[in-house]
């Protein structure tokens, strides 16, 4: 069924791009710097979201407060290629082979989440010597965490803590199966 293939990469190319727009739209534009365009959006928690779309360009949402932590950790992504649309193109590919490679692609969809978020914290490390601080505790609970691996954005915050993350060489499915089997 490759035929369902431009229908499929069309509908994920307009949900994801709909989604920047409702994002850009919604924010204020501060200004332009090295071709990257940074808005605000208010808000009590302080964060980010870096979007890099072929339509709307290289844009920063500051969320709340501008921070400089926060911005070494976007500037990292900034630098990343465009994954997601290697993503959309491979799953409207396998959706339209079998729609039975769902769970396949979700499990892809995290896994690279989880590394990008990495890759983000260790630019931000070895460029600005940023680390990501909060003051979260690790759960007793081996179902926590679990959930914290599997429902946050990035690695857990306290994982994200540790020294060993900061190591280029401990690799993430290494502190994955560490923090369940320990
Ligand atoms: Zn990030």
Redesign the pocket.
Known sequence: MLSFFPIAMAFFLFIYEYRNYRLLKKARFLYEKDGVKYYQIESEEDN???IKSVLYGKNIVIVGKEDFRILA??E??LHQPYFIYYFLTISALAISYNILTIPFLLIIYKAMFLH??RA??LYAYYNFNVKYSSDQQRPNSRTERLKSWLFD??PPDYIRTKEEYYEKKTSLIKLFLEDLLS
């Open positions: 980010a979201i870096t950790h976007e990292g992504h990008y978020e983000a914290d954005t990035h």
